[in-house]
């Protein structure tokens, strides 16, 4: 089932000289994982703030074409149905964080759409048993680490129970142990509750592991969509657009360009390391 | 040869009792591009911020080109080892380029021509243009007011710039933009480089030296090549190798190094490989 469809989009901001979405065209299906990739300045933000409708209620601008979720125009839907469809996590958790306690800040939100006590306390329990924040619930935000208050945003959100996550450079600020556990939660919303998810991530490691499909936003348009494994497959394309895929992606990619890779780009150390081994061990 | 900083026994704890740093030893010599690596909480940002006197040590003692940090002045100080923060904003609070980058400068008491001299300098350095100069700095793009953060250190011309996470919030492109950039620093200009950062491929690809920490201790110091060749003794600081470097460890019994740093080095194994098993 269709969750998100996106026809000849084009949003210029209305302090801007030029459009920041130049017609983007985008299909997402329910309970997929989308990854998005791009150079910073190609619009990544401001796509994502279509579908949850900051654009266009929230900022001023010019905008044309459609953007449908669930098959409704976002322009003729009210916000609170959008926001009860789509939760957006900030880059920058602090940015959205205004309570005392973890508690206060995971409970606000549910209370605020008129949660009777006991679905709060059910839904408290699933989301700090699925991000690992419990034991945080008494500390105020502040007093977190980068990566402890990444999942409480997360946990937040989720509390909202959206049919679509939305998380913005959910990693940036953290270090590779705060990066690692963070996509661990990711991995296992897409599991355990096949919710639909769009992520925007510089690391590419870490999402090529997690995402069924891939898409590469610049200036303003989406120049290629695909399965993972067949996004990555377009090496060529993919540096000529600043993007620098999984590191075993490039050496293959490499490789290929000089006849020495036979079949499909691998995304890991174990697909690599395989057809690596696979083609040393013909080569005896 | 005297290590141009040197570092004894350091160790540094917070007003709140926690104690940060451990009984550091570090020299840190001419031609290094050194990289400062271990998970949060390991001390690598404390530790930076004690190399200019930012933080003065609580016990033990860093000599900086001879001068003890803890009794030196700041001009002393900043002329030496110049510290650019991780976020730019952090630091930028003049209002047009030009002043911001002037700033330093002006403080240590320099006449104006000189002032002037020393931004120009600076300002072609990091290949800003003039027209930037009367601009305010918050309305350039983040690359640019990172190099702008850089020019207001570089005008105070001091031998070492520390600085903590380059590359953080930035893509691919824009990171090894900012780094080629460090290297030029190096390489053309003589400057000591110290990065604190958590991006390994940047490590791999850039640093000469790595200095790991965890727990407030330096648990590793070497050419980069060797410390990221021992994947058990580097996961204490939670910290792992370069995606390419894990698979050539991957592949030992296949006869691959175990200190591959750059994706070029692979291919070029592999394809050697290929070609010359019989």
């Known amino acids: 089932m269709e969750i998100v469809r996106i026809e000849d989009l084009r949003w210029k901001y209305s302090e801007a000289r030029e459009y920041t979405l130049k017609g983007v065209n985008l299909f997402l299906e329910e309970g997929k994982f989308l990854g998005i990739v791009g150079p910073n300045g190609a619009g990544k933000t401001t796509l994502v703030y279509t579908l949850n409708g900051l654009i266009p209620y929230r900022y001023n601008g010019i905008k044309k074409g459609r953007v449908f979720i669930y098959g409704h125009d976002t322009e003729a839907t009210p916000v609170e149905k959008l926001t009860s469809w789509v939760g957006l996590v900030f880059s920058d958790p602090e940015a959205q964080f205004t309570s005392m306690t973890v508690e206060d800040e995971l409970v606000f939100g549910m209370e605020n759409i008129g949660l009777d006590r006991k679905e709060i306390k059910a839904r408290l329990e699933w989301v700090t048993e699925l991000t690992n924040t419990a034991s945080l619930l008494e500390k105020p935000p502040y007093e977190l680490s980068g990566g402890q208050k990444q999942r409480v945003a997360i946990a937040s959100v989720l509390a909202m129970k959206p049919k679509l996550l939305i998380m913005d450079e959910p990693t940036s600020m953290l270090d590779p142990i705060g990066r690692e556990t963070i996509f661990e939660v990711i991995a296992r919303l ?76 691998p995304l890991n150390i174990e697909q690599a390391r395989k057809q690596i081994s696979k083609s040393l061990v013909r080569a005896v | 040869m005297a ?37 949060n909480g390991s001390g690598k940002t404390t530790l930076s911020k004690c190399l200019n006197g930012i933080l003065k040590p609580t016990d033990g003692t860093v000599l900086v080109d001879g001068f003890d940090t803890s009794t030196a002045s700041v001009a002393e100080m900043v002329r030496r080892v110049g510290y650019v923060f991780q976020n730019p904003d952090h630091q930028i609070f003049n209002s047009n380029v030009y002043d911001e980058i002037a700033y ?23 290949g800003l243009k003039d027209e930037h100069l009367s601009v305010h700095p918050f309305f350039l793009p983040k690359g640019l007011r990172q190099r702008v953060a850089i020019a207001s250190i570089l005008a105070l011309r001091p031998k070492v710039i520390i600085v903590d996470e380059p590359t953080t919030g930035q893509d691919m492109y824009q ?104």
């Not at chain 1, 993972?228 to 360009?257: C, H, S, W």
């Not at chain 2, 900083?5 to 104690?19: A, E």
């Open chain 1, 190 to 265: 897409k599991q355990e509750e096949g919710i639909t998810i769009i992520a925007i991530e510089h690391n590419l490691e870490l999402l090529a592991a997690v995402a069924d499909d891939m898409a590469l936003l610049n200036d303003g348009q989406i120049i290629f969509q695909a399965q993972t494994r067949e996004f990555f497959n377009n090496y060529d394309l993919l540096i000529a657009n600043q993007i620098y895929p999984p590191e075993v992606t490039q050496m293959a990619g490499i490789l290929r360009k000089e006849g020495y890779w036979p079949g499909s780009l």
């Open chain 2, 3 to 39: 290590a141009y900083i040197d570092v004894q026994n350091l160790s540094y704890s917070y007003p709140d009792g926690t104690l940060a740093l451990r009984k550091v030893n570090l020299r840190v010599n001419n031609g290094d591009f050194l990289a400062l690596i271990g998970q």
């Open chain 2, 104 to 126: 330093g400068p002006r403080n240590i008491g320099l006449r104006e021509a000189e002032v002037k001299d020393r931004v120009i300098e600076a300002t072609r350095v990091v």
């Open chain 2, 175 to 278: 990171s090894f933009e900012i780094m080629n950039f460090l290297t030029e620093l190096h390489e053309k200009n003589g400057h000591i480089i110290i990065i604190v950062t958590h991006d390994m491929p940047i490590v791999a690809r850039y640093a000469k030296r790595v200095v790991v920490m965890a727990m407030g201790q330096i648990i590793m110091d070497g050419p980069t090549a060797e410390v990221f060749s021992h994947p058990e003794e580097l996961s204490k600081s939670f910290v792992k190798p370069p995606q390419i470097t894990r698979l050539g460890q991957s592949l030992l019994t296949y006869g691959f190094p175990p200190n591959i740093l750059r994706v070029e080095e692979m291919a070029a194994v592999v394809k050697e490989k290929m070609v010359f098993t019989p």
